[in-house]
């Protein structure tokens, strides 16, 4: 049986752990028509959370009922890209036609025989450029009491065209008061979602549901590789599922990584009905890997050199650390240091545990800083250095 774990971006997991209520509630917009709470939302959380594959699931349930349904990515000109998926499968139209003709004539000298086999002449329909007019004439091509449209928005944040986002916006009101029967959802980390419903233009936004997916209980992810496992033939004893859950922290892409590497290093043992102790601590290890790489690399890298910086003196601790050690090894001044622990724990990267102590949120950031703690060290040394050593 192949691998059935999915640890790619977006990829859909064999079961969404944790996500049951989101999935209802969704499916309840649907069947309570235009406006009902659901149908207009914010879907947030930590990098990955699994907000894509959230986005995925609902857009299912709404292809199941045989909606347009539309997925695009907050940045560049996605305004023009929604329209033109919007546009797509819009039918040829016939313009202009002649009839088949026959003349019969006598074949005596001077007398033609002549037939003609008529013509048509196609258009096709270019369409509307005006998202609400463009949405509205799908709609009006549907069985409106039971078919809709929903369009979803990825990745909203900071490289999001405000413009667009603006336009996008203002036609998505009108359209809702005038109880057309679409849906939209937005994702994003939750720190960017707020930028954007702050803007002064976007203030309707602010009556969107907000959804903001959380780690998943161990519980619930012990009982995910039990079933997910024995669906694929693959027994494991209960210290090894325990191990399994334990491992990911009940963080969503984690638990594909881990589910991943461990099937296929039972594969590679040659366990074709079992899961060993050996595959899982193997596995567990190769996806602490790969989340380093495919997750905390980037996260890291995405930061200023002083929020590095904070993450880099907390990574010397062991467990939670105390925010004025943590001032101190930046040789900073607590209030400067503050404020880079607001904007991190604002960026789901830490969080408050106690009265003056942060601690990691995301999973085996302080592990992979620790190991990569001279390798930040040694690129802070050269900027401030204006580029290079000597």
Same mark, same amino acid.
């Not at 971006?9 to 309840?28: C, H, M, N, T, W």
């Not at 085996?364 to 190991?371: G, I, K, V």
């Given at each position: ?40 939302? !914010? ?78 002449? !196609? ?43 603006? /336009? !996008? ?10 109880? +057309? ?22 203030? @309707?936004?602010?009556? =969107? ?20 496992? /024995? ?5 494991? #004893? ?35 009905? !079992? ?6 601590? #193997?596995?567990? =290890? ?26 880099? =003196? ?53 592990? @992979?800083?620790? #190991? ?7 690129? +802070?040394?050269?900027?401030? #250095?204006?580029? @290079?050593?000597?």
């Amino acid at each position: 049986m192949p691998n059935p774990f999915k640890p790619t971006a977006g990829s859909e997991p064999p079961v969404l752990v944790g996500r049951k209520q989101y999935i209802e509630d969704f499916q309840f917009a649907i069947d309570d028509g235009s406006g009902a709470p659901g149908r207009l939302s !914010f879907i947030t959380g930590a990098r990955g959370v699994g907000k894509t594959v959230m986005l995925n699931a609902l857009s299912d349930i709404a292809r199941n009922l045989q909606w347009k349904v539309v997925n695009a990515t907050a940045a560049g000109d996605f305004l023009q890209e929604i329209i033109k998926l919007l546009h797509t499968g819009q039918k040829t139209h016939i313009t202009s036609y002649t009839l088949p003709s026959v003349a019969i004539e006598s074949s005596l000298p001077g007398m033609k025989a002549n037939i003609g086999l008529g013509g048509m002449q !196609f258009e096709h329909s270019q369409g509307s450029t005006d998202l609400r007019q463009t949405i509205g004439h799908v709609l009006d091509s549907m069985d409106e009491s039971r078919q809709g449209v929903l369009i979803t928005l990825d990745e909203v944040g900071e490289g999001t065209p405000l413009p667009q986002l603006r /336009s !996008f916006a203002t036609a998505i009101q009108h359209l809702i008061e005038e109880k +057309r029967n679409i849906a939209v959802i937005f994702a994003g980390v939750p720190h960017m979602v707020d930028d954007v419903v702050n803007d002064s233009v976007l203030t @309707f936004l602010r009556r =969107a549901e907000r959804y903001q997916l959380q780690d998943v209980p161990i519980e619930d992810v012990w009982e995910a590789f039990e079933k997910t496992l /024995s669906a694929g033939g693959k027994n494991a #004893s209960y210290d090894v599922l325990n191990k399994l859950a334990r491992a990911t922290h009940g963080y969503p892409f984690m638990i594909q990584l881990v589910g991943y590497w461990t099937w296929r290093q039972s594969v590679v043992n040659g366990h074709d009905d !079992f899961i060993s102790l050996e595959d899982c601590e #193997s596995g567990i =290890a190769k996806a602490k890997d790969k989340l380093g790489n495919l997750v905390n690399a980037p996260a890291v890298a995405h930061l200023s050199a002083i929020a590095r910086d904070y993450l880099l =003196a907390m990574a010397m601790d062991e467990g939670p650390s105390n925010t004025g050690d943590i001032a101190k090894r930046l040789g900073k001044s607590p209030q400067y240091a503050n404020v880079y622990r607001n904007r991190l724990i604002r960026e789901d990267y830490i969080i408050a545990t106690d009265y003056g102590k942060v601690d990691f949120k995301m999973p085996y950031l302080r592990e @992979f800083l620790q #190991s990569h703690a001279a390798m930040y060290q040694m690129s +802070r040394n050269i900027e401030d #250095s204006g580029g @290079f050593l000597g």
